[in-house]
Nanobody, 125 residues
Framework: QVQLVESGGGLVQAGGSLRLSCAASGRTFSNYPMGWFRQAPGKEREFVATINRSGGNTDYADVVKGRFTISRDNAKNTVYLQMNSLKPEDTAVYYC??????????????????WGQGTQVTVSS
């Protein structure tokens, strides 16, 4: 089992920034690709960003490309999501996810094996 705990959410004005963190425990963190997803009220959970096991490769949803940056620190068992130029439409609960061990990325909810409890991000206009 992998346990994931997100932190860093909150209320921010449009154009502002937030940094989310996700601390992992339970298994060897570097064996797992990591990802961030989000879910707005009344909508399905959607992919935001993913990072491979070494941290050398990343992928993003088009709607956040150029504004969000995913990174990881395998020594600290933590993955981050730096969110800049936030927009009201970024308002959602953000979830950290671990993909299947030894796979490359976690790009869909189906490919996520473990989930955090989520952290609320609210962007006011």
């Amino acid at each position: 089992q992998v346990q994931l705990v997100e932190s860093g959410g909150g209320l921010v004005q449009a154009g502002g920034s937030l940094r989310l963190s996700c601390a992992a425990s339970g298994r060897t963190f570097s064996n797992y690709p990591m990802g961030w997803f989000r879910q707005a009220p009344g909508k399905e959970r959607e992919f935001v960003a993913t990072i491979n096991r070494s941290g050398g490769n990343t992928d993003y949803a088009d709607v956040v490309k150029g504004r969000f940056t995913i990174s990881r620190d395998n020594a600290k068992n933590t993955v981050y999501l730096q969110m800049n130029s936030l927009k009201p439409e970024d308002t959602a609960v953000y979830y950290c996810a671990a993909g299947r061990a030894y796979s490359n990325f976690v790009l869909t909810t189906r490919s996520a094996e473990y989930w955090g409890q989520g952290t609320q991000v609210t962007v006011s206009s």
